[in-house]
């Protein structure tokens, strides 16, 4: 049901007030306990919020989500929360009264840790979710946050209505003191053209890649390297639409043999059931691979795809787990493969041994990737991932726009 | 391969439903295609047909339309490809490229005249006016390459004043050629104007659509501005479906949404999931075969989907996501520049 247009409008004022009466009067301390009890109650196997979570299906099913779950959970520890603190704000900043967090619907947690992280700055949220059944992990977050931690309840709230909806979308624009926008570039565009050069955040198009190392042992990355590409059909900013492979064609067969039993082994035979725009563009990207020279791989149901390219060039997926796969003879080959695409890139999965300090590392980060982590950790960021490359506390403050 | 040429041409000529002659022209066309446009041969081997074992033409791989946009399509080396057409808007990754030598336009100028005069024995000795920019003008547009065929007596575009005031003075009936875009537009820029009647007889011929890039009126609403403020009923209403990567087109008339085509084109209707043949009653992608396709591609999946009526097909719109394309977007880039406050 659309809410009511002055009822944004409320809830905004509702929220600002208990920004004064309840957030401004909670230590951080205070909060970073909140947020740890709330993880606690959500680590707990046996919670309510877990069963409850397991009869999530569509589209995001527990079975998929829980693994990006029990990574952000294992982050919202009391120290490392205090070290991202520690890290970007001081005791006496200020984050906005109240952040809008307009959320997309390819990914089921980001209200999660917008929200989480708003706490932090002792900022009061009003989320928008994505319509449809996008919504329900972020529609249990405020639900288990509210019977969690009932101290801050009144400081989120979730609602939801049709994105593009003129009058809600321009409501929350004009309310809220700060905006964190989530989605494809034409929604980040439309949204800050709403707000009107007031403090805006956009998170729009990023695409990611993955690397097998020279010495990786590739039945060990493997498995990981699928999840990594299949979790929520590739269309999150973390799913890797590259593979490059170091090593000779040898090696590349090898992974992309090992690579589509992995990701059938992921899918366990059930298939997506592809709709007709879907599959058009699906069929179409096998169809001008092929045309091009490239070797597909992929099973009937349109389940998924691995391009073996001929060229290293970085492609962009159309998604829907459509992965291109290159061998490259250096792992130093992969910087001018990125250049073109520098600025969308977000995150890498490695597949072998390295240390945060290699030149390898350091280098794609110098690139502006901004999460990096060995295969299958891909969709599993902390709460300290700098989506983006933006500081994750210090943006929410007034004055840090 | 002059004689290929002339088959064709004389089988367009003859315009007859000729299920075996269109089988062989459609075979001896594949198989010039497999041997020199390289990207298709590479599609055709990995769907194992080859001219060694293709014998019906329903067995000759369809290409995505998409492909026009990544590849060079062409049997000829492309500096001899003196003609190429693109669909609507800039040049750019997103634009097709239609690639004709000398011999495919002129199979490409046949395809388009039988075409059209076979719809009805109306359009016979009617002087056609266009809306739309001349050929010289656009000479990367089939569409206005279509109408100099045509051999359109007058060409209006940006001038929809300088339009009203032919049509006002018309004594004998035309036929009016336009997109849908440019008719809108003509009507949205003349509201004030009296009601015009053309001559009994005229005929309109729209074409285009309306791309869901902005205004977008029904083809009823059109249809009654037809009659409203040019005085030609439905019955002499005609649409034309049509693309720049195929050379024949599809003709309906009035609201009756069936679309028709040429003896030399056969449509197949195709399940977009698993890529065969859809059951006859059921919707699908439609895959079209165009004999006028000489040095492109004969056989092209389009991103329409529709399902079959009679001897014809009804289009039941575009796949979502599928790049927006088609004539009415030169008239909205044109109408934008105007209502953009200066």
Known sequence: ???????????????????????????????IDYIVRFADEWRNAQSPWRMQAKTIESPFDYK?????????????????????????????????????????????????????????????SFVKLPSGSASAWGK?????????????????????WAGGTANQDKQLCDSCDLLLAYGSDDTIKSLKSLRNDRSFIGYGHRVSLSVILPGADIMQ????????ICMYDQSGCLSPHMVYVIGDDDRLSCCISALSKAMDAY??????????????????SRILSTMEGSVVFGNDDLDWTIIQRTCPDFIFSPTHRVVSVASIKTAEEIFSLLLPVKDVLQGCSIGGAY?????????????????????????APPMSWPEDNKPILSSLLKNAI | MDSLIERILTFIDSAIYDDQAFNDLALAIFTRQYRLIEPYRRFCDTQNASPDNVTDWRQIPAAPVAAFKQFDLSCVPLPDAKTVYYSSGTTGPSTSKHYMDDAAVRIYYASLKRGFYNVSSDFKNLPIWAIMQTPANAPNSSLSAMLGALNAERFYWDNNEELYNDLAGLNTPIILFGTAFAFVGYFDSTPERQQLRLPKGSIIVETGGFKGRSREISREELYGLFETRLGVRENDCYSEYGMSEMASQFYSNGLNPVKYGPPWVRTRIIDPITRTEANPEEKGLLAHYDLANYNSLIAIQTEDMGVFKDTGFILLGRVENAEIRGCSLTMEELWNRRITPS
């Open chain 1, 1 to 31: 049901m659309e809410p009511a247009y002055n009822s944004i409008l409320k809830s905004i004022e509702a929220l600002r007030i208990n920004h004064h009466d309840i957030l401004l009067k909670t230590s951080r301390e205070q909060i």
């Open chain 1, 221 to 228: 990355c493997i498995d990981g390297l699928a999840r990594d």
């Open chain 1, 64 to 124: 998929e989500v829980f693994y990006t779950l029990d990574g952000l959970l294992e982050s919202l520890t009391r120290d490392s929360l205090k070290e991202l603190i520690a890290q970007e704000i001081t005791d006496n900043c200020a984050g906005y009264p109240v952040i809008g967090h307009v959320i997309a619907g390819n990914t089921p947690l980001i209200a999660w840790t917008s929200v989480l992280r708003a706490l932090l700055v002792k900022s009061a």
């Open chain 1, 140 to 160: 249990l977050f405020g639900i288990s946050w509210l019977s969690i931690i009932p101290e801050l309840a009144g400081c989120v709230v979730m609602d939801q």
């Open chain 1, 355 to 379: 240390n945060e300090n290699d030149y390898f590392v350091t280098e794609l980060k110098n690139m502006g990737i901004s999460y990096i982590c060995k295969t299958g950790k891909l969709q």
């Open chain 1, 267 to 284: 899918l366990a035979g059930n298939t997506t059931n592809r709709d007709i725009d879907t599959a058009v563009r699906i069929n179409n």
